[in-house]
């Protein structure tokens, strides 16, 4: 054998055997058992589980297998953090095995240690449903509020014992098996005020009801709860979710009054239950005029006009008690309001939103109020639409 053949033999052999002094100083540790698990709620769309474990690591570097069988999770989503001695061991990289639902942790630690973890990762088919419960009182100042959250484990995983968090709530220690379904009480507070009010919407209402004599016009009628704290809430946002209402006969037990289906509730915001409809407000709304104004050819040779309208809404509280009735205007594209005899607020740039306090009536006759609005439309473009002519 000449030279050069025994140096590179003598090569190949010191090369495998620091490679397998390399491999031997990595020390393969068994994943133990969850000793806490957290399932987060506060994502409407994700659950987040959190579990802490104590890993038994070596002196050195220590491989650590995390695998998953029968579970929907986003391996995209897991992630491991230290907590024990963050100092001393450090996650040196992370390996996806081709093939398989399974990871390799590689984990140096400074000496050996029983070291704390937390594993988080988003896992798949576990749902939840938000519910409500506001008894009213009788004189409909006030409701009892409860949120139920209705948890569902389709994920095929059991936890025996986990904390539920929403983010809002108390915090349960529940255990919940896979294609178990669960009802918790996450929020309780009592007398948080309340503000009836009657809705008029004009895009959607009757405008006159002395035209529609076949039919029983009333105006839909609403709970309004405010989440600030002035009410007893406000500490966080209030998740959509249907609500059952129901009252206080003043008799020792409760009528119901409906079912809403209520959307997420911004701190500062209000939210809104419809209760049924009421006759005892009336709105007669019409067009006093329109009148198409400025008409002139554009710079695509089509005409351009602006239209200036007149509305008058009359509003008749026929109750022995004072009201308050929000009335929704509308106005389509750019416009200017000539003239109103009510403050509104913009809720966008084509919505006024209008709070009319209306007293109680007085005898048999109702407190009467009148709306009077008198603006343009700007610009109006349209190649099919002529401009018109006054309407009465």
């Known amino acids: ?24 100083q990595i020390k393969l540790v068994a994943l133990p058992e969850r000793a806490a698990t957290v399932i987060r709620l506060d994502n409407p769309q994700f659950t987040l589980i959190e579990e802490e ?68 990762y ?16 009788k004189e409909e100042t006030m409701v009892d ?34 294609e178990e379904t669960k009802q918790l009480l996450f929020l309780n507070k009592a007398a948080v005020p309340i503000q009836k009010v009657w809705v008029f919407d004009a895009r959607t209402s009757v405008w006159d009801p002395e035209k529609v004599p076949d039919q029983n016009v009333g105006i839909p009628v609403k709970y309004r709860i405010f989440n600030r704290l002035a009410s007893k809430l406000g500490e966080f946002s209030l998740w959509g979710g249907k609500v059952r209402l129901f009252q206080d006969d003043g008799y020792g037990s409760t009528i119901m009054l409906g079912e809403d289906n209520a959307a997420l509730v911004p701190v500062g915001e209000k939210m809104e239950l419809y209760i049924g409809d009421s006759r005892d407000i ?13 008409i002139r050819p554009s710079v695509t040779d089509k005409l351009l ?36 005899n009510m403050e509104y607020v913009k809720k966008d740039a084509g919505t006024l939103i209008f709070e009319v306090e209306l007293p109680a009536r007085s005898g048999d006759e109702a407190a009467v109020k009148t709306l009077n609005m ?15 002519g006054q309407i009465r």
């Open 145 to 178: 509020l409860k949120s139920y959250i209705i948890l569902r484990n389709f994920s095929g995983e059991d936890f025996e014992k986990a904390q539920v968090l929403l983010d809002y709530g108390d915090i349960f220690e529940q255990g919940i098996k896979h």
């Open 282 to 294: 009336v709105v007669t709304q019409r067009l006093m005029s329109q009148q198409d104004i400025n």
């Open 122 to 137: 988003l896992l798949g088919n576990i749902d939840r449903l938000i519910t409500y419960k506001a008894v009213a009182d």
């Open 53 to 120: 474990r104590t890993l038994t690591l070596q002196q050195g570097i220590n491989k650590v297998d995390f695998s998953w069988q029968g579970v929907s999770i986003d391996e995209d989503s897991i992630r491991l953090a230290i907590l024990g001695h963050p100092e001393q061991v450090t996650l040196l990289n992370v390996s996806y095995p081709p093939g398989g639902q399974s990871l390799w942790w590689e984990i140096n630690s400074a000496e050996a240690v029983e070291e704390k973890v937390r594993i988080s």
């Open 374 to 388: 008198h603006y343009q439309q700007k610009n109006i473009r349209n190649a099919t639409l002529r401009p018109t």
């Open 305 to 340: 006009w602006d239209r200036d309208v007149v509305i008058e809404a009359k509003i008749e509280n026929f109750k022995d008690t004072p009201a308050v009735l929000t009335m929704i205007q509308s106005i389509p594209g750019e416009w200017e309001m000539i003239d109103c």
């Open 1 to 24: 054998m000449n030279r050069k053949r025994k140096m590179l033999i003598l090569v190949m052999l010191l090369g495998i055997g620091m490679v397998g002094v390399v491999q031997g």
